[in-house]
């Protein structure tokens, strides 16, 4: 099953790599990792989005906790929350495809960011759910480059990851 | 007041009351060299090859209950420290290793003897630093001993560029530490314990299973008021041999691979387990599936939550310092008005004995051939199994470890996790010089010794009088074994050809060397070596290259489908 694991770590050289390295070293899925630093200098915060039975996210935990340089871990999935990624779609947008791929971005609740005579790049976001559905809604044949963040995600409500 | 860099390495390690160094010099720690070389607090033992110096660093810990600490320069010296780092790795052994680096302006260069030592021993360190700054040295040398001891024991790198060992800043050594990200359980809860308990007393066929943790936590009195207040049967490990006296009559033996028939049955058949400071690895545990036929309530002590539940299932985790956690427990039980179902164990007690009847370690003695194994029992009677005993990997690490029985803990000192040919003889040296006055044996075939033969050199050096005892069967004995048994007798480069004459070489480099020949001689021999108190003594036994180890579990099996000696 697909988990969200959100992770508060040291802001130190070499900790996101003991992060990778955990995973590449002991066979575990990463389908996507974001990193980047909190409102609190000294920390990091990464998503990280993995799959696997049941005995293996429970590990995936452990092992994490296990990390000197994680603070604090949370499997997301566990409970209620929000999931977004950012993605950058540049695509070929001439003669009656320019309307076309304006209207669906709009659709998608998306925004042209840059405009050239012959491309626009569209930002759009969402669970990465949504944005597969974008890129299979548009004609494929269009689409000059693509690029995402990875999920990011949160608890709802009362389901915090702080210090 | 203000000192370099190395200054501040040197007096970090007189604070932490660092006994001795095994290090082995370079460009990069020329600086912490200097410093060593201007006081005798810290005494430093010049190895042959940074690998010993890390195994030596090693033994002197698993023989103590201190933090080992080798140095070593960048580079080469990293890379060949990387085999002993992940050794420790593997056993849970706390090890502080101080590795040179390239001047910080020169990282990232190609510089010369440069390595990303903090990159290429991440998967086999408990943690590594990099430290940058000379400020930072002694609060991270603080941190390293720390983590090191702390929690799961395991080695800390701690690499310092050239230029920060020459940088001066003011010393202080900080008295504590504080690293929120790190907070090792030290006791159970009150509840889990309570469920541990009576679940131990509803056992029917109960099983006490321990491991290296037992050890590492120096809990092997807890372990044996447990055992004998409940009267269960006890097995070790091989991490875990001297947890639980080897010649009590509750013990069943070593399990798994090439454990006792009683020990591995025992296992299978329980219907309550307690696992203390011990982790169901492949070695124990070779086919999870099949041990999980016969099903059973399993108790599970680890200071390592990520060790609950990797392999096996289990049902009770108590979570914490093996010690402590068993001081909670025999509370429990003692509190308990309940006690062990006597009726039941009786028939249990009964079921093992027939098990033990069947003498799974019995072997064919021979008048023409040494058998491996005479010689372990005969080292063992003539040491009154009072000898600290390294041995390095193979066949006659199992053979040491079935056959001497090792009454206390901390007495043996073997790769268990890593499995590293080589570690025997420079693990003895760090054992030796923790114990000057003790009988140390070393127990090692001609395939190993080789790993690390030129460390006779630093035994010559320091006086260290170790008891070599290779059982030379010209074979890589567990590796032939092996190619027998699972690879149609082919033999596929197992023979150790054009091997060294090990009586000259052994004197070539200033000690005794002994090779038996006859099993009428062996008994001789050893008492001549022993007897020799200040010699290194080298005995090079002949013995049957035909021997193989058993029982055993071939990998993959189940603990019940274990071979018999007879049944080949």
């Given at each position: ?23 590449s ?56 929350h ?9 695509v ?13 971005t ?44 990875g ?13 | ?31 912490i060299?200097d ?10 033992v010049?190895?042959?090859h ?18 080992g ?21 593997m ?15 020169y ?8 390595v ?12 590594n ?11 991270t ?41 790190y907070?090792?359980?030290q ?50 490990t ?16 070593m ?58 299932k ?9 010690k ?10 003692r ?12 028939d ?7 098990w ?11 008048d023409?051939v ?26 006659h690490?199992?053979?040491?470890a079935?056959?001497y ?7 043996w ?59 030379n069967?010209r074979?890589l ?5 092996w190619?027998?048994?699972?690879h ?6 197992s023979?150790?050809?054009a ?15 002994i090779r038996?020949?006859?099993?009428s001689?062996?008994?001789?021999a ?12 080298f ?30």
């Amino acid at each position: 099953m697909r988990h969200i694991i959100s992770l508060l770590m040291q802001n130190e050289a070499g900790a996101l790599s003991r992060v990778a390295g955990l995973f590449s070293a002991r066979g575990y899925n990463i389908e996507s990792l974001t990193v980047a630093p909190t409102e609190d200098p000294t920390l990091s915060r990464m998503t990280i989005v993995t799959s696997g039975s049941d005995a293996i996210i429970e590990q995936i935990n452990k092992q994490l906790n296990k990390l000197v340089d994680v603070v604090s871990v949370m499997d997301l999935t566990d409970g209620d929350h929000i999931e977004r990624e950012l993605m950058l779609v540049k695509v070929r947008a001439e003669g009656n495809d320019r309307e076309e791929l304006k209207r669906m971005t709009d659709i998608f609740r998306g925004r042209v960011i840059d405009v050239t005579d012959k491309t626009y790049t569209i930002e759009l976001t969402g669970t990465g759910h949504k944005l597969d559905r974008f890129l299979q809604a548009i004609d494929h044949a269009l689409i000059l480059e693509t690029v995402r963040t990875g999920a990011s995600g949160i608890g709802r409500g009362n389901r915090i990851l702080k210090l | 007041m203000e000192l370099t860099g190395a200054e501040i390495v040197i007096r970090c390690l007189q604070e932490e009351g660092t006994e001795y160094v095994f290090g082995y010099p370079g460009g990069a720690v020329l600086f912490i060299y200097d410093e060593l070389f201007k006081q005798d607090k810290v005494k430093h033992v010049l190895v042959r090859h940074e690998q010993a110096a890390v195994h030596a660093a090693d033994g002197y810990a698993r023989s103590t209950d201190k933090v080992g600490v080798a140095l070593v320069t960048s580079g080469p010296g990293v890379t060949n420290a990387v085999t002993g780092i992940a050794t420790a790795y593997m056993d849970s052994i706390p090890l502080v290793v101080i590795s040179g680096q390239v001047p910080t302006g020169y990282i990232g260069e190609d510089a010369f003897q440069e390595v990303d030592a903090v990159g290429i021993t991440r998967p086999c360190v408990k943690h590594n630093f990099l430290v940058k700054d000379a400020k930072d040295i002694a609060s991270t040398l603080k941190k390293a001993f720390y983590l090191a001891k702390s929690g799961r024991p395991g080695p800390v790198l701690v690499d310092i560029p050239k230029d920060v060992s020459t940088t001066k800043v003011a010393f202080e050594y900080p008295e504590t530490v504080n690293i929120r990200s790190y907070h090792p359980a030290q006791s159970a809860p009150a509840e889990q314990i309570r469920q541990a308990a009576q679940l131990l007393l509803s056992a029917k066929r109960p099983m006490v299973y321990t491991g290296g943790g037992v050890v590492l936590s120096d809990a092997s009195k807890q372990l044996a008021e447990l055992v004998r207040l409940l009267g269960y049967p006890c097995t070790n490990t091989l991490m875990g041999l001297g947890g639980y006296p080897a010649t009590d009559k509750q013990f069943l033996g070593m399990l798994g691979m090439h454990g006792t028939l009683e020990a591995n049955f025992a296992m299978q058949h329980c219907d309550v387990l307690l696992a203390v400071g011990a982790r169901f690895d492949d070695r124990v545990i070779g086919n999870v599936a099949h041990f999980a036929q016969v099903p059973r309530k399993i108790i599970h002590i680890d200071i390592d939550l990520a060790s609950i539940s990797k392999r096996v299932k289990v049902d009770v985790p108590l979570v914490g310092d093996v010690k402590h956690v068993l001081d909670d427990l025999l509370g429990a039980l003692r509190a308990s008005k309940q006690k062990p179902d006597a009726a039941a164990l009786k028939d249990w007690w009964q079921q093992i004995e027939s098990w033990r009847s069947k003498k799974s370690l019995a072997y064919k003695y021979s008048d023409e051939v040494i058998k491996p194994q005479f010689v372990i029992e005969k080292l063992y009677e003539i040491t009154g199994g009072d000898a600290f005993v390294t041995s390095d990997v193979g066949q006659h690490q199992m053979w040491a470890a079935q056959y001497y029985k090792f009454d206390q803990p901390r007495r043996w000192i073997n790769s268990g996790g890593l499995g590293t040919m080589g570690f025997g003889l420079p693990a003895a040296m760090g054992v030796q010089l923790a114990h000057p006055g003790s009988t140390v044996a070393c127990v090692t075939g001609e395939g190993s010794i080789q790993m690390n033969i030129q460390e006779l050199s630093t035994c010559k050096q320091f006086r260290l009088p170790i008891k070599v005892l290779a059982l030379n069967n010209r074979y890589l004995g567990m590796v032939r074994q092996w190619q027998e048994f699972f690879h149609g007798n082919r033999y596929s480069e197992s023979y150790m050809d054009a091997l060294p004459d090990f009586v000259k070489l052994a004197e070539a480099y200033g000690h005794v060397g002994i090779r038996v020949t006859k099993p009428s001689d062996v008994e001789g021999a050893i008492k001549e070596a022993f007897a020799r108190k200040n010699d290194l003594v080298f005995m090079d036994f002949q013995t049957d290259p035909t021997e193989n180890v058993f029982p055993m579990v071939p990998g993959g099996k189940g603990l019940s489908e274990i071979i018999m000696a007879e049944d080949l």
